[in-house]
């Protein structure tokens, strides 16, 4: 008897709790939809301030204006971490254009890739040679590409849904496309923009050159995918095609900026830190409101969302605005590097770096029996048509923090447009649609709030209870 009453007295308290985890989402979520701040600073981040390529002075004012919007909330904490960061300049608009055989000449549309050299005063022109990816370029062997602007012309993959597997697929062209080429004597790199559509916008993203030699460093630029398809096109009815093009980039000394963060300090156990965070800076093209103003923007409003429903956590949450994901990755690694020296228990880290489209769900790295426990909340979210539980990977900026026993985690929205605008003039604020953020930081502050009540002990609440 007294088994049966014990039994029927957890069944209640779960179902209990479930519901009051329910109503508490359900105020979240209406606190968001009706009352958030997300979109009012991302207008702000972006129309006021614009594109914060690391080193300028975009991303300084961006610093200073969320430092300022942090602590107008009245955290427990608000402060700048210092980071050195590359600082490079893109200079004047780029110029290109396809000459034919017959000298008849057609301006394309192409943009410098980060990191990437200036291309000689007056610009470099040469015959092009057309490859898909590095085997078939080794394969041409030096003397065939010597002199040469190799484009690489490989798309991303469309069917497949999952488009950061497309984006993974193709991205090692844009990455490391200039360093292969130019151990071969090529001249200059042309290669086919991260895009999925046909369109005229080159996107932009970073480059390397590893430890190559200055000397056999060349200029490396994107063009765009309607113009890859022209250049391909031409190409294929006359091999004696040049191609020509201008740029005026370069890379300057490293310069100090900061990591902004903002805590709640925990009320029960303020040694342990749930950090949620996005990437300040972005690229120069647009004003960097997809990626990622939108994910910097949700995070703010996560600590905000927290205090405006009345939830006083038990652990220390913070943002975490990470300045040089773009193109280093300079204020996750200084991050890290100073929690590991504080000696800080980072056990959940959720990042925002996928675009301000409707949030879908979650990517978890954690064990297995951790992932159970935290897929048991899925149905919680199942009213908010957030479905997408999966192991997988996290994000750029969180990722220094993992270590074998914590989670970190990546929000996941609809990614069926966001390379649409990656990288790329019109990742803009007009292409941000305001219910779709504010639904992405209800999400995030939703899944916080689990965490933080339940922890991330692989144990489940009946066991707990059993002991």
Avoid at 216 to 223: D, E, G, N, T, V
């Amino acid at each position: 008897m007294h088994k049966l009453i014990f039994i029927l007295g957890f069944l209640c308290s779960t179902m209990l709790t479930a519901q009051t985890d329910a109503e508490t989402l359900r105020t979240i979520y209406t606190t968001s939809l009706t009352n958030g701040k997300s979109y009012e600073w991302l207008d702000y981040l972006s129309n006021q301030i614009g594109g914060r390529l690391s080193g300028s002075l975009n991303a300084e004012k961006a610093v200073q204006y969320t430092k300022e919007e942090l602590e107008k909330l009245g955290l427990d904490k608000v402060w700048l971490q210092p980071v050195m960061v590359p600082k490079w300049v893109r200079g004047t608009k780029e110029y290109a254009f396809i000459e034919s055989g017959l000298g008849q000449t057609t301006t394309v549309n192409i943009c410098a890739l980060g990191g990437s050299i200036a291309t000689p005063f007056g610009g470099v022109k040469a015959p092009v040679i057309e490859v898909k990816d590095f085997e078939e370029l080794k394969a041409l062997g030096r003397l065939n590409v010597a002199g040469k602007i190799v484009f690489f012309n490989r798309p991303m993959q469309p069917d497949l849904i999952q488009t950061f597997e497309a984006y993974g697929g193709c991205v090692n062209q844009r990455y490391a496309g200039a360093m292969e080429a130019g151990k071969l004597g090529a001249v200059g790199v042309i290669v086919r923009s991260m895009n999925l559509r046909l369109d005229d916008l080159p996107h932009t993203g970073s480059m390397s050159y590893g430890d190559l030699p200055n000397e056999q460093r060349i200029p490396s630029a994107a063009i765009s995918t309607n113009d890859a398809e022209k250049l391909s096109g031409m190409l294929a009815l006359d091999k004696n095609v040049k191609f020509f093009f201008s740029q005026t980039c370069q890379q300057m000394k490293e310069v100090q900026s900061y990591n902004v963060i903002g805590e709640i300090t925990g009320s029960e156990f303020p040694n342990e830190y749930i950090i949620v965070g996005g990437h300040l800076d972005s690229w120069d093209l647009g004003d960097g409101s997809h990626d990622d103003g939108a994910g910097c923007v949700q995070s703010m409003d996560v600590l905000r969302l927290l205090k405006e429903s009345g939830i006083k956590p038990k652990r220390s949450i913070r943002v975490v605005l990470f300045m040089n994901e773009e193109n280093g990755l300079r204020g996750a690694t200084k991050y890290a590097e100073v929690a590991k020296q504080k000696d800080e228990s980072h056990i959940f880290s959720l990042e925002s770096d996928a675009g301000g489209f409707t949030p879908r769900g979650f990517s978890f790295d954690c064990s297995d029996a951790v992932f159970n426990k935290i897929e048991s909340w899925r149905s919680l979210f199942k009213p908010y048509l957030i479905h997408y539980f999966e192991k997988g990977g996290s994000g750029a900026d969180v990722g220094p923090l993992k270590t074998e026993t914590n989670v970190c985690a990546g929000l996941r929205p609809d990614s069926q447009r966001y390379f649409d605008h990656h990288h790329a003039a019109n990742d803009t604020f007009d292409a941000v649609n305001k219910r779709e953020l504010e639904l992405g930081a209800a999400t995030m502050t939703s899944l916080v709030y689990l965490i933080d009540k339940y922890g991330i002990s692989p144990i489940s609440n009946s066991e707990e209870l059993k002991d």
